[in-house]
């Protein structure tokens, strides 16, 4: 039978009521414990958001299913075992971050995948180079990113984000021992900040942007086919770079056969669009940066970690197991 759902709740609404208190917690667990005493917690916490979240449970088998489709492999379709698996490789995920927080996982642990030589770029950054836009994902870890200014050798790193809580979680990643970026809140692309964004990438400082999460005030978004269904990305990255004028990269960090790979990839020489193109050229850059995601969910199926519905309208029927 058919059941009428509820509409889906912007994604950032679930993570501004409890990111800012789990963090906080996670900033003292990591003075006062290590990885191997958290684990067990982390681990129930993760287990009752899988048993008391049926949307994320739904969401996370819709992605599944239509991995599996876009890459031809249907058979056998999501369970609630592989659903429950991609929960548990969240809890990991978590602990990794712990790590990063930490200065636990350094440079030399992770494999650099650069075959064009983004990290140079980088490095020359900081003798008279402008600084380019590094478009993350929330496939695989994020926090990533903090390894960025060791991966460039102290190369200023900022991460704009759309959370009013950015003072807070700054100061509580100083707590934490991480003081490799900063976080900067941007909910529209207004001429203050643009004016100091153009200045710190004029000084040859980075920006990290995540790509898959449309800002909930802002209308700019853009619809693709993404794993062969329409989605709503961010127009905001791709705005900021061709008014910028500066290169784009993909960078997404994903854990392969137990070990970080972080994957640049060059995706723009210089942003830029012809006279009144401007729509048309951001709608094909966020189509080419979808199938380049498809192909990177492939590399670690079970490592995408947006669990409210990435697709809309949500399905209306529920597949979910009790």
């Known amino acids: 039978m058919n059941e009428q759902l509820a509409p889906e709740r912007h994604w950032s609404t679930h993570k501004e009521r409890g990111s800012l208190a789990l963090m906080r917690l996670t900033a003292f667990s990591v003075r006062v414990f290590g990885r191997r005493l958290l684990a067990p917690l982390l681990y129930l916490i993760v287990l009752y958001f899988f048993a008391s979240a049926r949307g994320a449970r739904r969401n996370i088998r819709q992605y599944q299913a239509y991995l599996a489709d876009w890459s031809g492999n249907a058979s056998p379709p999501p369970t609630l075992r592989s659903v429950f698996g991609q929960f548990i490789a969240f809890a990991d995920n978590l602990l990794d971050r712990l790590d990063v ?25 900081q003798h008279g180079g402008r600084g380019e836009i590094l478009v993350v994902t929330h496939l695989g870890n994020p926090d990533v990113c903090r390894a960025m200014a060791e991966l460039g050798e102290q190369v200023p790193l900022n991460v704009l984000v759309h959370n009013r809580h950015v003072a807070q979680f700054n100061r509580l990643l100083g707590e934490a021992g991480d003081r490799g970026m900063r976080l900067i809140q941007v909910s529209e692309l207004e001429p203050a900040m643009m004016l100091d964004l153009s200045q710190r990438v004029e000084r040859g400082e980075w920006l990290a942007i995540a790509g898959d999460r449309v800002p909930l005030h802002d209308g700019r978004r853009v619809t693709v086919d993404f794993l062969g269904h329409r989605a709503a990305f961010p127009q905001g990255p791709w705005l ?14 994903l854990k392969v056969d137990g070990r970080y790979r972080i994957y640049l990839d060059p995706f723009l020489a210089m942003a830029s669009w012809e006279r009144g193109r401007r729509d ?11 199938e380049h995601l498809s192909r990177q969910c492939l590399i670690a199926p079970r490592q995408w970690f947006n669990f409210y519905a990435y697709w809309q309208p949500a399905a209306t029927e529920s597949t979910d197991a009790n």
């Open 101 to 125: 927080w930490r200065g636990r996982l350094r440079f030399e642990q992770v494999q650099l995948v650069d075959p064009t030589g983004i990290r140079p770029r980088l490095l020359r950054s």
């Open 240 to 253: 900021l770079a061709g008014l910028l004028r500066c290169p784009v990269n993909l960078l997404c960090c």
């Open 280 to 290: 048309a050229t951001i709608q094909g850059w966020v189509q080419r940066y979808a």
